[in-house]
């Protein structure tokens, strides 16, 4: 596949000059390595502001997202607790139920009791939520099938068995660093 040239932001160098920025100071810079690296981080950036605009446009926010995406991805009843919530999205206690009490005033997710044991708190998903994540997803799958449209099937397949590979190798140097150390709100 041919390179194509790299577009960087207004106020941001190309990835060829930013490596050669870094090799005047870091001699023992691999190149190839530093490209695959600072485009991944620029990929990442770019795409979290797309994603960020289209949930904009449903009146949610990133963060409102990633507790739908939560919920969902727990399976139907779409229930959990605010502990575990707050434990898969890498936030505090206080950040989770601060994040809840907004959603819940927006009826995204309900907050009730758990019936077993009334100390216990449960988040459920609603179906306004269930529909603002629908309606999140069609718009995700629509953008990410644009960014992977010139690749071939095979080329897909093969990008993300090499991505899950970096990740797995991250995730094992790095088993702390799924979630967040702090709030983003």
Do not use: C
């Amino acid at each position: 596949m041919p390179d194509t040239p790299e577009t960087p932001g207004p106020d941001e160098p190309s990835l060829d000059e930013q490596i050669a920025a870094y090799q005047r100071e870091f001699q023992d810079l691999d190149p190839q390595v530093e490209k695959v690296v600072s485009a991944l981080g620029r990929l990442n950036r770019r795409m979290n502001v797309a994603y960020g605009r289209q949930v904009a446009d449903l009146d949610i926010s990133n963060t409102e997202w990633e507790v739908l995406k939560t919920l969902v991805v727990s399976g139907a009843p779409y229930r959990l607790g605010p502990g575990e919530l707050a434990k898969r999205l890498g936030l505090t206690p206080a950040a989770m139920t601060h994040r809840i009490d907004r959603m819940a005033g927006e009826g995204l997710v309900t907050r009730d009791r758990d019936e077993n044991n009334r100390v216990r708190v449960i988040v459920e998903l609603t179906d306004e939520g269930r529909t603002k994540w629908l309606e999140a997803m069609r718009m995700a799958s629509t953008f990410e099938e644009d960014l992977l449209q010139d690749l071939a099937p095979e080329e897909r397949v093969l990008l993300g068995e090499m991505l899950t590979r970096l990740l797995r190798r991250v995730e094992d140097a790095q088993p702390d660093a799924g979630g967040r150390l702090t709030d983003l709100d």
